[in-house]
């Protein structure tokens, strides 16, 4: 195994850390995805937790697909077959480089299953941390009528009619997602983080939890305007 340990020389690992459980990090930060935009950051976090308590942490990225954005266009022909390559590609790394324990940073529809799927095929000491769900979205329409939630999404709808106007649905897209986060509703997202939740592989308390501020911080807030 020397070749196997000079090259993890060569990735920045220590002499001393060798004999060490080695931890794998599966973040799935990408700038597309505002569930994810915030991520990165996150990752230094866990594994600097990781270190601090012992073991070598070593991080890798998969993807991250946004249904919203890819909803109404061939983009959503990709969003079901990524939850598999998100489980392949976390299994791949994990098995071929011989990982003792994995974390995942997850938050948004096919990320979290898939890393589950991988979790599951691994069958080693698995830890999940969601990145949280954005602020709730309100906006103001020009009559003074305040759309929060739900409605949000079914002003959209009405919009193809005269009920919305193009001046309210502008002041809804402005409003809608006003933090970075998951989709605040409990749609696959959050459901699927306060499942990890309640299967034990997530800190008690985790998955309703909205994005610290120096994290949320990360992307574009405008709530501070």
């Known amino acids: 195994m020397a070749g196997a340990r000079a090259l993890l020389r060569a990735a920045g690992v220590a002499a001393s850390d060798f004999g060490k459980p080695i931890v794998a990090v599966a973040n799935s930060f990408a700038e597309f995805v505002p569930g994810h935009t915030h991520l990165q950051p996150v990752g230094r976090i866990v594994s600097e937790a990781i270190a601090a308590a012992g073991a070598v942490p070593r991080e890798f990225n998969t993807i991250a697909v946004d249904d919203g954005i890819a909803m109404g266009h061939e983009g959503m022909l990709y969003s079901l077959p990524s939850r598999d390559l998100i489980a392949d590609s976390i299994e791949y790394m ?32 698995t830890v999940f941390v969601s990145g949280g769900p954005m602020e709730g979205g309100r906006a103001t329409l020009r009559d003074g009528t305040v759309r929060t939630g739900m409605t949000l999404i079914t002003a959209v709808a009405e919009s193809a009619s005269e009920s919305v106007s193009d001046e309210d649905l ?9 933090t970075c986060g998951s989709c605040s509703g409990m749609f696959t997202a959050n459901s699927m983080n306060c ?30 305007g």
């Open 94 to 125: 994990v098995e071929a480089h011989r990982a003792d324990a994995l974390v995942c940073i997850s938050n948004c529809d096919k990320i979290t299953p898939g890393m589950l799927m991988a979790a599951l095929r691994l069958n080693i000491p």
């Open 195 to 224: 499942l990890t939740e309640a299967l034990g592989l997530a800190p008690p308390g985790t998955a309703p939890r909205l994005p610290p501020i120096p994290l949320a911080a990360a992307c574009t807030s405008k709530l501070e």
């Open 170 to 178: 502008a002041r809804i897209e402005d409003q809608a997602c006003p």
